[in-house]
């Protein structure tokens, strides 16, 4: 009898998978929540926040090289990773074409629910609070439509989805090449994380903007590859 190719053993592992990645998107979900809850965020924003201001917020290395640099190299690799679609290289010829093609909508997903969520939020940067030399007041991002007096659209962290967004490439490539996976996950995590840590230097963001950006990027990379699967499933059918 012939053994069955790698993809089938591959698709019998899926349910397994997603329950995992289930429970951590709920497990992340709550300690988020908890962090949220423990009022941690002005706390953590006063280590560089004073009622001057933010000393760092036009710092040049921030600005130039942690914000602008970094945004631009992630539309460099976004494009890469579209021309790879059709011209795989490096890890990208170990998958077939659909999930080349589902890592890049993962990406372009996660970016598009921080844009739209960002652009609906009424909660306002540090920099714009009254403690930090501003005009607004402290507002909870979940109390949404509330406003703070401030010039509001700074919740999630647009700036550190430049690196978050690529988490949804973990799920497109765990099943064909695992190892490559967890590397490209981890890349994903520390990269975002320093570029919500450099805005949370300026006054740009609050450290639970920067931990909601992973989640919604985890949770929309998540979305898709369960989405992916369940269509594969059908065609099977």
Same mark, same amino acid.
């Given at each position: ?15 397994? =998978? ?16 908890? /962090?949220?809850?423990? #009022? @941690?965020?002005?706390?953590?924003? @006063? ?17 130039? =090289? ?7 190299? #992630? ?6 990773? &579209? ?10 010829? @170990? ?7 589902? !890592? !890049? ?14 652009? &609906? ?5 540090? /920099?714009? !609070?009254?403690?930090?030399? #501003?005009?607004?007041? =402290?507002? &909870?991002? /979940? ?24 988490? #949804?490439? =973990?799920?497109? !490539? ?59 499933? @059908?065609?099977?059918?």
């Amino acid at each position: 009898m012939p053994s069955c190719p790698p993809a089938s053993f591959a698709d019998t592992r899926a349910p397994l =998978y997603n329950r995992r990645w289930l429970l951590a998107t709920v497990l992340s979900f709550v300690l988020i929540a908890l /962090w949220d809850a423990g #009022g @941690q965020d002005l706390a953590l924003a @006063q280590l560089w926040g004073t009622a001057q201001g933010f000393a760092l917020r036009d710092d040049h290395f921030l600005v130039t =090289y942690m914000h602008q640099g970094m945004r631009n190299l #992630g539309w460099l690799v976004v494009l890469a990773l &579209s021309l790879g679609v059709w011209l795989p290289f490096g890890v990208l010829r @170990q998958l077939p074409t659909a999930r080349r093609v589902q !890592l !890049l909508v993962s990406i372009l997903a996660s970016l598009a629910v921080v844009a739209i969520l960002k652009r &609906s939020s009424a909660t306002s940067c540090p /920099w714009d !609070l009254s403690v930090f030399g #501003g005009v607004a007041e =402290y507002v &909870s991002h /979940w109390r949404w439509g509330l406003h703070d007096g401030g010039a509001g659209h700074c919740f999630p962290a647009g700036h550190a989805a430049a690196g978050f967004s690529f988490v #949804g490439g =973990y799920f497109a !490539l765990a099943r064909d090449t695992p190892r490559a996976a967890r590397w490209w996950l981890a890349v994903a995590l520390v990269m975002g994380l320093l570029l919500g840590l450099g805005q949370q230097m300026r006054g740009a963001h609050y450290m639970s903007h920067t931990l909601w950006t992973a989640w919604l990027c985890w949770t929309a990379g998540l979305a898709i590859d369960m989405g992916m699967a369940r269509r594969r499933s @059908q065609a099977a059918d």
